[in-house]
């Protein structure tokens, strides 16, 4: 998930910078919004009007200035997810193994039991995380998701990140593991999926697989994925400050980006997928909710994936925010959510 769990409510100097904002003179065609109240949907379930109205983390805006302080902030994150692993694969009946693939570190993940018709397939995860957290076993939340609730077999790869390794180092390792992968399995027969970053990187992956002429998977699933790194898109207007995970895509989140390019243009495609050629790519389910500060990337996309003649879907959730369909394990909208996913890769994988 590309965000850091909530906590407190939001710190004073957001609302001094909102007041100095509506200060500033207004462009000619913009509109000038007044202060309002957003009431908690009740069109969802009890699980996620919960998540829906968690605070704001009080470090959402704050990026780190030293090596040894993103290195902190990324340890902290991780125990945090670590913590609730153990339950969630009991809950799920799934089991995690570490292993090596081509010399990239990754999990598998495996469902107790895999229906017969998955038995021949495999789907490769992303993890999302700015870009920077959740390395190790903290990047198999979703896998182990998808894995129970989907019933697939799941390798997650814990792909190198900033600050020691910024771009291309995630991408490199993602499309070697795919590459490796398809020495065991037909293309058709594998599902590539991720999250935030993890959306990104699963994009970023199909283009660089055409670059490398390996052939396309049988489908992907980008959710609210991070297509466009400069700050492009309507809703990172709209929906800022109303995403309760995300707030904007200034501060921390535009110094993630700026880490991993590592001074390269935010406009390369390899970076941000939206300017790149997505002709030929596989069958593509996105994801996105309606407060999300990202579901302008997500609609972008699709967009330019249907222009492209690739068979494309979106689903957007009622009233969340970044990702919150993998938030709460109880929540009903987060199986129903891998139900999609899951027919959809049924639907265009092999057997």
Do not use: C
């Amino acid at each position: 998930m590309e965000g850091i769990l909530p906590g407190v409510n939001v710190p004073s100097a957001v609302h001094a910078q909102s007041q100095q904002a509506t200060a500033e003179p207004v462009p000619s065609g913009a509109r000038e919004v007044p202060s309002r109240t957003i009431p908690l949907p009740d069109t969802v379930s009890p699980q996620m009007r919960a998540v829906i109205g968690r605070p704001f983390n009080p470090n959402y805006n704050l990026a780190p200035q030293t090596p040894a302080e993103w290195k902190a902030r990324v340890d902290k994150a991780a125990l945090d997810v670590l913590a609730g692993l153990p339950q969630m694969r009991e809950a799920l009946g799934v089991t995690v193994r570490p292993t090596i693939i081509a010399g990239v570190k990754a999990f598998i993940i495996t469902p107790r039991t895999i229906p017969s018709p998955n038995r021949n397939r495999v789907l490769l995860h992303l993890h999302g995380g700015v870009r920077v957290l959740n390395p190790g076993e903290a990047g198999t939340r979703e896998a182990i998701l998808m894995a129970g609730f989907g019933g697939f077999k799941v390798i997650s790869v814990d792909y190198r990140m900033p600050p020691d390794f910024p771009f291309p180092a995630a991408l490199d390792d993602a499309v070697t593991v795919y590459r490796e992968l398809l020495k065991t399995t037909t293309a058709e027969n594998i599902g590539i999926f991720g999250t935030s970053a993890g959306g990104s990187l699963t994009l970023t992956t199909m283009l660089r697989a055409k670059m490398e002429h390996l052939p396309m998977p049988g489908a992907i699933a980008a959710g609210t994925p991070t297509v466009d790194l400069t700050k492009t898109g309507d809703s990172l207007f709209t929906n800022a400050m109303v995403d309760n995970v995300l707030g904007t895509q200034d501060g921390f989140i535009r110094a993630t980006a700026l880490l991993y390019a590592n001074g390269r243009d935010l406009k390369d495609p390899l970076l941000s997928p939206i300017y790149g050629d997505v002709h030929g790519f596989p069958p593509a389910i996105l994801t996105s909710g309606t407060r999300d500060l990202y579901l302008s990337n997500a609609v972008r996309m699709h967009r330019k994936l249907r222009a492209a003649g690739v068979e494309a879907v979106l689903q957007v959730w009622e009233g969340q925010s970044h990702a919150q369909y993998i938030s709460d394990i109880t929540a009903p909208e987060t199986k129903e959510y891998h139900d999609e996913v899951a027919r959809f890769f049924d639907l265009h994988l092999g057997r």
